[in-house]
């Protein structure tokens, strides 16, 4: 089984930047995550990036910048290119097959992710030496840390259950971009709307009962709860006799 996932992993880890100009379009897709939060915001915020927790912008935004070009090929591609079949058709095993484009994705996009924090902390080091070396406040670099992996596997997960019913990758990211925009516009109109139902005092009051570890433990617990519903459901999905009538 192992060995099978490998097998997945190294032939999708070759899709990841494609010849012509789909390489080309993936190269500027890396760079634009690379330029702006491995260069661009830490030189602005410079030691605030360190203390305030803006490099949680470079956890959330990376692995949706990264991911969600690339996860949405997993299965619309292959579907695409005609070599789903031949893929179906192999000795490899179903959880082998979905395990090995999951484990790809999430690696590139939290290996990024690690990446870009590790490339902004030298850029503000380089720029405010102070005879020693700065570092992140901990419960900030580990909320990065965790919320990356989290997001990243919430993106897979979601874009592999989008591509499997999707007849081409750009309905396939069309989709997902409409599941991620919409939760993000309810959660603005409910912040909105909010005050016009309950006193600013009361939401004051209740908000002030939490501190900010206890929101980021809050809100990684949900996305951990999200991650483990959307693989089961995506392990649920993956048939094989199903994706091959299909």
Known sequence: MNADIMTIMWKESKGLFKQGKSRSKSILVLLTPVLMFGIILPIQFREEWLDMGWSLAIALFTPLILIAPTICESFAGERERHTLETLLASRLPDRAILFGKMIVSIAYGWGMTVFLLLMSLVIVNVLMWAGK??????????????????????????????????????????????????????????????????????????LGRFDYDQILLIFLGVLLLADIGLLLAAMSRFKRSRLILN
């Open 133 to 206: 070396f700065q570092f992140y406040q901990v419960n900030i670099f580990l909320a990065d840390i965790g919320l990356s992996l989290l997001f990243s596997g919430l993106m897979v997960t979601l874009g592999i259950l989008i591509s499997l019913r999707s007849a081409t990758v750009q309905s396939a990211q069309q989709v997902l971009m409409m599941a991620l925009v919409i939760p993000i516009f309810g959660l603005q109109a409910v912040v909105f709307l909010l005050p016009t139902f309950l006193p600013m005092e009361n939401i004051r009051e209740f």
